[in-house]
């Protein structure tokens, strides 16, 4: 089982809320971890959106907009990346990552569609 | 203006060595933690190496160790990277990164014979 899960692809219209998941290996414990979030758009480096462990420990990226924001769902063991208002600029690739057992891993990129 | 600006990438062929370089500017590099991840083309984000702000502690992904080391020199502003036994698969667009806000363009290392 991989480290960081995350689905493919999300699809959502313009002006709606999108709501990425970075589900962690059931032995990790999503309360302790510290979750990076992270933008690339084709052809360009990874941006990074924010980190986020609690309301109270979070961190947004240079010049990123609040309409990114960071949470955690602890039922499902889950990092969560919620976009609200989306537009068509924030069609890109969408990763997670954590630092685990003096590694870092990454999520393998969600794909965002807005139409 | 804050800069990371990687190079050495070009192609080699399997077996070979590279050296990438990534060099910084516009921030206080020597307080930083620093990183290279990788890309593949057309795939995710793969971290390669890590190294603290000292230099005197790293780590490694299994899919490298034992081949890359990574150092810095941080008088010089600089972080490097030494890439032996080059496989095909280490093929990809190599980033310097801190994993925050600071991140290079990308140097591109193609091992193919």
């Known amino acids: 089982q991989p480290v960081l899960t995350q689905p493919t692809s999300l699809s959502a219209s313009p002006g709606a809320s999108g709501r990425f998941t970075c589900t962690l290996r059931?032995?990790?414990?999503?309360?302790?971890?510290?979750i990076f979030w992270y933008q690339q758009k084709p052809g360009s480096l990874p941006r990074f959106l924010l980190k986020?462990?609690?309301?109270?420990?979070?961190?947004?990226g240079s010049g990123v907009p609040s309409r990114f924001s960071g949470s955690k769902d602890a039922s499902t063991n889950a990092g969560l990346l919620l976009i609200s208002g989306l537009q068509s600029e924030d069609e890109a690739d969408y990763y997670c990552?954590?630092?685990?057992?003096?590694?870092?891993?990454f999520g393998g990129g969600t794909k965002l569609t807005v139409l | 203006e804050v800069q990371l600006v990687e190079s050495g990438g070009s192609l080699v062929q399997p077996g070979g060595s590279l050296r990438l370089s990534c060099a910084a500017s516009?921030?206080?590099?020597?307080?930083?933690?620093i990183n290279w991840v990788r890309q593949a083309p057309g795939k995710g984000l793969e971290w390669v190496s890590y190294?603290?702000?000292?230099?005197?502690?790293?780590f490694y992904a299994d899919s490298v160790k034992g081949r890359f080391t990574i150092s810095r020199d941080n008088a010089k502003n600089s972080l490097y990277l030494q890439m032996d036994s080059l496989k095909a698969e280490d093929t990809g667009l190599y980033y310097c990164?801190?994993?925050?806000?600071?991140w290079g363009q990308g140097t591109l290392v193609t091992v193919s014979s």
């Open positions: 059931s032995d990790i414990n999503v309360g302790t971890s510290r």
């Open positions: 990552a954590i630092w685990y057992s003096s590694t870092w891993v």
């Open positions: 190294i603290s702000s000292s230099g005197f502690t790293s």
């Open positions: 986020y462990k609690s309301d109270s420990d979070k961190q947004q």
């Open positions: 516009g921030f206080t590099f020597s307080n930083y933690e």
């Open positions: 990164a801190t994993m925050t806000d600071y």
